[in-house]
């Protein structure tokens, strides 16, 4: 049986081994990225209509102290996810269908693990979750226990589709995991002001939503899996547990649930450090959850490219495919700049419109806030969406600590710090909330560890000139641009001087090609 299916496989056209890079990227890439960020549409679009409730302002606030456990539950399912597609696209690079299956059936066994614990802390721990974050204010605990109850008790939807959507990513099916996901999504928004205000639900209205659509997208992806995947095929024996699987699974999948769990860890502890802040308390956490909420487009959107880097660089990696390889990384940090340097674009001449999206009472404070935060904090997108993508390179060639390495220097080390020093030195609050975000901008500086890992790898040594070519690139157009580039220069070097970022753009005009070089 297993003869004839790896047959049927060998004389059909693979895209993923086929296909030019450059197009394999941009044709997986672009739904995979529309996928991700339509991941973070359930909680902004909730937020959006509630805000205009009776009680909007409070309603804004417990969806934001809701919002931790729900990037936890997106992070450990896509965790998951990363680590099952890894492993299927290596694995069905290296034409072993048998052990896919297997891997396929055992994501399904995991998922099932994921919701248990979370269906059980839906049902007992939401209490004692909310209440250390509503400062004593009742209808907020109540809203938030209401609406982070049934977020968890019916988050299998959100868990069991992240699954198999790496079954069909992982098989270069990309564009049906997209459909799944926009159907989900638009439901979700249909549903919201019908449940919100047509029923009188409020806040749980707009979680019954949430859990309606992410149950929809999980039901097309299902239904997707079972019609189109002829590689993967379906046992129940293949479902039963293989622990050297799972710790397969696990070994990429531990450190991607992490990198994105630090998202979790870190807005519960800084919605837990503004809500010392006295009359500030308030606004400071309305206007932060807003504002996260807002850069998971941004951020969602660069996950959605490494993701799909994991698939493309664990396949060709499996296959041995150097050259390859090497286009994988010189495309791919292209896509992710420029990527990246449209939605900077985009929130610069938006932002205005975008925060008042969210009407949190009648407090212009946190209108401005989130319009101030917008337009100094997306100059570090492009920083961001680069690393995210190196992160997901490293996954793809199964390196563990590297990482996890990055995410913890962009999540955690580089704002809390910031976060420290304006407490510290008792800095204005509206201040304090920007310069924190603005420390989530990860340095470019980072990319030196990305060429010392490689470095260590015979394998991927080869990978440096991509990047060397890049900065080479860069430094062409820079030479080529004239008097706007040198004005470009002097005008983002200036802006980052008070955050302290400066040093990180300038030092690759001083050291690398990208400054021009000369002959003597």
Not at 104 to 129: D, E, K, P, Q, S
Request: glycine share 10%; proline share 3%; aromatic share 10%.
């Amino acid at each position: 049986m297993q003869k004839n299916n790896t047959a049927v496989q060998a004389g059909k056209p693979n895209k993923l081994a086929d296909w030019p890079i450059r197009t394999l990227i941009l044709s997986m890439g672009m739904p995979m990225v529309l996928s991700m960020v339509l991941q973070a549409v359930y909680n902004i679009v909730d937020t959006i209509f509630v805000s205009h409730m009776e009680n909007g302002a409070t309603a804004v606030l417990a969806l934001t102290d809701s919002y931790s456990i729900q990037l936890l539950i997106v992070a450990v399912g896509v965790g998951t996810g990363i680590g099952i597609n890894a492993l299927l696209s290596k694995t069905l690079g290296e034409r072993n269908f048998e052990k896919a299956s297997c891997i396929a059936g055992n994501g399904i066994f995991l998922a099932v693990c994921i919701y248990a614990v979370f269906l059980l802390f839906g049902i007992f721990g939401t209490r004692a979750f909310i209440g250390m974050q509503a400062n004593g204010n009742a209808l907020r605990q109540e809203m938030g226990e209401q609406y982070l109850r049934i977020c968890c008790i019916g988050s299998f939807g959100s868990i069991g589709y992240t699954v198999y959507e790496r079954f069909l990513q992982g098989t270069g099916r990309t564009n049906l995991s997209t459909i799944a996901q926009i159907t989900g999504a638009l439901l979700n928004i249909i549903l919201d002001p019908i449940f919100i205000f047509g029923l009188d639900m409020g806040v749980t209205g707009a979680a019954a939503a949430t859990v309606v659509g992410q149950l929809a997208s999980l039901g097309m992806a299902m239904l997707f899996h079972y019609r189109w995947d002829k590689e993967i095929r379906r046992d129940w024996k293949h479902i039963r547990p293989q622990w050297g699987l799972i710790r397969g699974i696990y070994a990429i999948g531990i450190p991607a649930a992490i990198m994105q769990g630090l998202l979790s860890v870190m807005v519960l502890f800084v919605n837990l450090v503004f809500g010392t802040q006295g009359d500030m308390a308030e606004p400071l956490q309305a206007a932060y959850g807003i504002y996260y909420k807002i850069q998971q487009f941004a951020l969602f959107a660069a996950f959605g490219l490494s993701n799909t880097l994991i698939t493309v660089v664990a396949f060709h990696y499996g296959r041995r495919e150097r050259a390859r390889l090497r286009q994988c990384v010189r495309y791919g940090l292209l896509y992710a700049a420029g990527l990246m340097l449209l939605v900077t674009l985009l929130f610069q001449i938006f932002a205005s419109p975008i925060a008042g999206l969210f009407q949190s009472g009648d407090s212009p404070e946190i209108h401005q806030l989130c319009m101030r935060s917008m337009r100094i904090c997306t100059l570090g997108y492009v920083f961001m969406g680069v690393t995210v993508l190196i992160q997901g390179i490293l996954q793809g060639f199964r390196c563990v600590f590297s990482p996890l390495v990055l995410a913890l220097l962009r999540l955690l080390v580089l704002p809390l710090t910031s976060l420290g020093i304006c407490l510290a030195l008792n800095v204005s609050h509206d201040l304090t909330l920007v310069l924190l975000i603005a420390a989530s901008a990860p340095p470019a500086a980072l990319l030196s560890m990305f060429a010392a890992r490689f470095g260590k790898d015979t394998a991927l040594t080869s990978s440096l000139v991509s990047v060397q070519t890049a900065i080479s690139g860069v430094g062409r157009f820079v030479l080529r641009s004239g008097y706007p580039g040198t004005w470009f220069y002097g005008f983002v070097e200036r802006a980052l001087i008070p955050f302290g970022l400066h040093h990180v753009f300038y030092i690759p005009f001083w050291q690398t090609a990208v400054g021009g070089s000369m002959e003597i």
